[in-house]
């Protein structure tokens, strides 16, 4: 979340943000709500107060032998109003928390202005597209022919936007995660792990997908969410610890299934891989520290970029405008590789900086070692919080099989997959 303090005495930047954003929400309540809470925590301080100065002109009567029956009386008054007005106090922390969870975090001041996907800037690209003497098909269309999806027995046994590999289908996906983890753990650096694949709410929160985004979750009867991304239980692995830093930056991956319930995205892309409500992802994330995070996210976005570059796929960056980027970010970069077979771009891996808003919702901190640029010894601060896919492993076959795709429909693989069929 954002801090408070900083909404308190912005308004009008706060609205002018949520304007850029394209965000319909109004921040009047908070401040209606923040001067409720002032008000009270007045009365509150000086009440408080007051109780004290009697307390000691009772104790004073109380040695000079004289009657303090009225004052402990009028005391006695003072005390449950006291009692009432903290009542009233969690009551109004309770709903400026709701409506601070709601509000989106502040984007960089590198990100471009913009009012949708339209107005996202190329920041570069990557190869060539690929060539064909034949019109290019699409994926789904290549994979029921080989005979490595089969999307009306997923259908069947578990609904539309499912999937099931089959033979060396299966076989590319497994060896694609492989190839990725070790791609991330041998030559950039990161640990890998393997987390829970359902989480408790308060993790979901601490990375911004409750309470604004619970219609596209999957929720099981004992209260536990199925993970839309490993960034959600892989960022709360330091939920409330306050670490070290001398430890930063942290870098971990994780392959993980991934579970969307793509209530957003009714209509949209019914065919094929591209938007499942179950799919494989290896995910990046790091803990940085706050003066060097958009150094990391460079370099995070490059590691992402690694994969699409050893595998020979053609790929541009973008980066997303204003009005494009995801509630949780600060500033993201989107790879989107190119797919012959629908003649577009497609997003493939989106790496984004949060600065300290995940941090702040989930409370992970680090304690400062010294000097200025730390914020002066033992300082308590928190950390920024950066994550990408490593990628998306589901849209990654679907780029080999229309940029690889032969006349005859068969595939040639890139070499370094060391993958026959």
């Known amino acids: 979340m954002l801090d408070p303090k900083w909404i308190a005495q912005n308004r009008e930047a706060c609205e002018t943000m949520l304007k850029a954003r394209a965000a319909s929400l109004d921040v009047a309540p908070f401040f209606a709500l923040e001067e409720k809470r002032k008000t009270l925590q007045r009365e509150f301080d000086s009440l408080r ?22 004052l402990i009386a009028s005391m006695q008054t003072v005390a449950e109003r006291i009692r009432t007005i903290s009542a ?6 309770q709903q400026l928390n709701d409506l601070l969870l709601q509000i989106p975090n502040r984007p960089h001041t590198s990100v471009p202005a913009g009012k949708g996907a339209g107005d996202n800037p190329v ?11 034949f019109k290019p098909k699409e994926h789904w269309e290549l994979g029921e022919k080989l005979g490595i999806f089969d999307f009306e027995r997923a259908a069947k046994i578990a609904g539309a936007r499912f999937t099931i590999y089959k033979g060396w289908g299966a076989r590319l996906e497994r060896v694609l995660i492989s190839f990725m983890l070790d791609l991330h753990t041998q030559k950039h650096g990161y640990t890998e792990v393997l987390p829970p694949f359902m989480v408790n709410a308060k993790a979901l929160t601490g990375t911004g997908q409750l309470p604004k985004f619970e219609a596209d979750l999957f929720k099981t009867t004992a209260g536990y969410y199925l993970i839309p991304t490993a960034e959600v239980p892989v960022t709360n692995f330091f939920q409330d610890e306050i670490l070290k830093e001398e430890d930063l930056p942290i870098a971990y991956t994780a392959y993980t299934p991934c579970f969307r319930a793509e209530a957003g995205a009714a209509g949209k892309d019914t065919r094929g891989l591209i938007r499942q409500h179950q799919f494989n992802k290896v995910e990046l994330v790091q803990f940085a520290h ?26 541009r960056v973008v980066s997303l405008c204003t009005a494009d ?8 970069y989107d790879l989107e590789v190119w797919l012959p077979g629908q003649n577009a771009y497609r997003e493939i891996s989106s790496c984004s900086n949060c600065e300290d808003f995940q941090a702040r919702r989930a409370g992970i901190r680090f304690s400062a070692k010294g000097g200025s640029a730390s914020g002066g010894k033992g300082k308590i601060r928190f950390v920024h919080t950066l994550n990408g896919s490593g990628i ?9 099989l229309e940029q690889y795709q032969q006349k005859d429909g068969s595939i040639r693989l890139p070499e370094i997959l060391n993958f026959k069929f």
């Open 88 to 93: 009233e106090q969690q009551g109004v922390e």
């Open 123 to 133: 920041v570069r690209t990557w190869g060539k597209k690929p060539e064909f003497d």
């Open 392 to 400: 998306a492993i589901g849209r990654t076959v679907i780029a080999l």
């Open 290 to 315: 706050p003066d060097h995070s958009y150094e990391v996210l460079e370099q995070l976005t490059g590691h992402a970029e690694a994969v699409l570059q050893a595998l020979g796929l053609h790929y």
């Open 325 to 332: 980027i995801g509630f949780s970010s600060a500033k993201t």
């Open 49 to 70: 107060a007051k109780q004290n100065d009697v307390s000691k002109e009772i104790q004073q009567f109380k040695k000079e032998k004289k009657e303090a029956g009225p």
